[in-house]
């Protein structure tokens, strides 16, 4: 049973009278442990289908069925509980909470999922030795390197164990050898513990490491 | 609940030149407000402690009808069985008989009408203080018979000097008219044109010679241990004697002008409170709508997460009531020295006394403001709630941001 399926999805977006067609008629699905690639140059809409089986943004055509579950029929309340409970986000910008130490923003997640405190901490202590940044927990983000920043953003997305991790342009804020290291680390948390990933991506080094890729143009999937 | 609270408090630190802004705006804000709140009540309690301190008292017992007619055919028939009820009452610090009827003055070719107050003077310099307003000459003693005290305008009226013997004519209770002669041993000033040209003052004795009203009198006045005790005073006097009979008046009832004026005053100060409450709660809606529009992408982080409209909601209206403490605590502290400061020295208004009307019993020249803890707290509590009040807007407006967009800077709020 895929965890994702999508029907004609289609996303038009609305630039004053101008009418942008960012998705068209794209169905796809993603199966339980896959390493699956969104690929396709910029503006193609790799972000745009990430957004939406993502529970970030709703569809202006076609269904999205997350575990079965309509996407494009549940309030933005129960989006909240699944991007919660069921989903884990990596994004290009790192995008961690600037206020909040590299420890917080990774138990940030579980406090909102009502996570008891010592389970909490054990859990994001161990995320955090999992990638590699066991001397740096107490920094804030803009104490961090960019690969470091996005290590963290890692811990975070897989801590509370989400049925899948959607990774925007993951590398794309890093240089090639800390993007490696970084997709490395991604393909052991899908090999060793099953963890389920889909990526956006024009980088040839992670389309190397990708189990199977979808190629966009112009808002289609190209066969 | 506990990271919602750290991540604002933390928030409130991260730009700290903006929030040290607003925490000036709510701060001075509040400090005007808590000495415009004190500079109105310490002037009202000071034109109500002018008033009742010159003439009034706090209360007066006096017979039905007295008030609205002030005609010496409604004297209290036996003010001997008042007294008796009310001479062993707390609440009254002390109480004196008097006697006050509309005559005519003269003094050579010059005349004006008046009102003649009869005083006893050894009871009434406990109960009111113009024995202190004299300018020349000297107050009433109990021996007197046929002297009288007169105000400054009416004396410049009258041209009377002391010495000068002044004749007054009235009608008496008896039906005849009443008419006498007295000496001037006194003049006094309240700084009150109106009062001094209205209020001329003789012994009871020489009132009820000259009024017919021989063991009777108009009004027993009341100085009460304070003037928050005047309603319950009033009540409680009043449940003693029969309303048809005999009425119980507070201050507000025997100058209606003077709570008029302080009506007034209240709603200008009132009005400025409101001006300076539209002015902080702007700046706290400023601040926090900035703030709000600048971390519109970290509210879409938070979203993505799984954090729920209304958590953000709580999270951004906790910042503001952080920001609403911190101003309320050196508002109140710089207010409160303001206001500490001026009790002791006194706001002076006297150079401002041609355009404010100020040097009259009714508006002292110099104002002494009070605030009480209650002020205070009623302040503080308003200034936190318009904290509350100017965040909902901008977290409601950051609660409803799509995730997706709001993280691509795509949406305004």
């Not at chain 1, 800390?178 to 956006?200: H, P, R």
């Not at chain 2, 008046?249 to 302080?262: K, T």
Request: hydrophobic share 50%; net charge positive.
């Amino acid at each position: 049973m895929p965890i994702i399926k999508t029907e004609n999805l289609g996303r038009v977006y609305q630039t004053g009278k101008v009418e942008v067609v960012a998705l068209r008629m794209v169905n796809m699905s993603v199966e339980p442990g896959e390493f699956l690639a969104i690929v396709g140059p910029s503006g193609s809409g790799k972000t745009t289908l990430l957004n939406m089986i993502g529970a970030l943004d709703s569809p202006t055509h076609g269904k999205i069925f997350f575990d079965e579950e309509d996407l494009t029929k549940a309030s933005s309340f129960r989006l909240a509980e699944i991007r919660l409970m069921k989903i884990g986000f990596i994004f290009q910008a790192y995008n961690l909470i600037p206020v909040l130490t590299a420890f917080e923003n990774v138990e940030y997640v579980m406090l909102l999922q009502g996570i008891p405190e010592r389970e909490r901490k054990k859990k994001a202590l161990e995320a955090l030795i999992e990638v590699g940044l066991k001397t740096c927990i107490d920094r804030r983000p803009g104490d961090l390197s960019g690969g470091q920043q996005q290590r963290v953003a890692v811990a975070r997305a897989i801590v509370s164990g989400p049925k899948i991790v959607l990774a925007d342009e993951p590398t794309a804020n890093l240089d090639s050898k800390t993007g490696a290291g970084l997709m490395d680390l991604l393909l052991e948390l899908n090999q060793w513990k099953g963890i389920t990933f889909v990526f956006s991506t024009h980088d040839p080094m992670v389309m190397e490491r990708a189990k199977r890729t979808i190629h966009l143009r112009d808002g289609r999937i190209e066969e | 609940m506990k990271v919602f609270f750290k991540i604002a408090w933390r928030n409130v630190f991260r730009n700290w030149r903006r929030s040290l802004l607003t925490l000036l705006v709510i701060a001075v804000g509040l400090a005007g407000l808590i000495f415009t709140w004190a500079l109105a009540d310490g002037s009202a309690e000071q034109s109500i402690g002018n008033y009742t301190d010159y003439l009034t008292g706090h209360v007066q017992i006096q017979k039905k009808g007295f008030q609205k007619e002030m005609s010496i055919f409604l004297a209290l028939d036996n003010p001997r069985e008042v007294i008796a009820k009310i001479s062993q009452d707390p609440e009254i610090k002390n109480f004196t008989e008097r006697i006050a009827g509309r005559a005519f003055i003269s003094l050579g070719e010059k005349s004006a009408g008046m009102v003649l107050v009869g005083v006893d003077p050894s009871s009434e310099v406990r109960v009111t203080n113009m024995w202190q307003a004299m300018i020349a000459g000297r107050y009433l003693e109990p021996k007197d018979r046929a002297a009288m005290v007169l105000g400054k305008a009416m004396s410049i009226r009258l041209g009377a000097n002391l010495g000068d013997k002044v004749a007054v004519i009235t009608q008496a209770a008896d039906g005849s008219l009443g008419a006498a002669s007295y000496k001037v041993v006194g003049i006094y000033n309240t700084g009150s044109g109106a009062f001094e040209g209205t209020y001329a003052f003789v012994t009871l004795p020489a009132a009820r010679d000259l009024f017919a009203l021989e063991g009777r009198s108009t009004a027993i006045v009341i100085k009460a241990e304070n003037l928050k005790a005047v309603s319950y005073l009033k009540s409680s006097l009043q449940a003693r004697f029969d309303p048809q009979k005999v009425e119980v008046l507070d201050w507000g009832q025997i100058i209606p002008e003077l709570l008029r004026s302080i009506k007034v005053r209240e709603a200008v100060a009132n009005l400025v409170l409101l001006n300076v409450f539209l002015i902080v709660a702007s700046g706290i809606l400023n601040t926090i709508l900035m703030a709000v529009v600048e971390r519109r992408r970290e509210f879409g982080i938070l979203m993505a997460l799984g954090t729920r409209g209304y958590q953000i909601v709580v999270m951004v209206i906790m910042e503001s009531v952080l920001l609403g403490m911190f101003g309320v605590l050196s508002g109140s502290a710089l207010g409160g020295a303001v206001v500490l400061i001026l009790d002791m020295t006194g706001f002076d208004l006297s150079r401002f006394a041609k355009y404010l009307g100020t040097g009259t019993p009714a508006i002292p020249s110099i104002i002494y403001p009070i605030i009480t803890i209650e002020r205070l707290f009623i302040l503080a509590a308003m200034v936190l709630v318009v904290a509350v009040l100017a965040a909902f807007y901008p977290a409601v407006k950051a609660a409803a941001l799509k995730p997706a967009p709001a993280i691509r800077q795509m949406e305004t709020i």
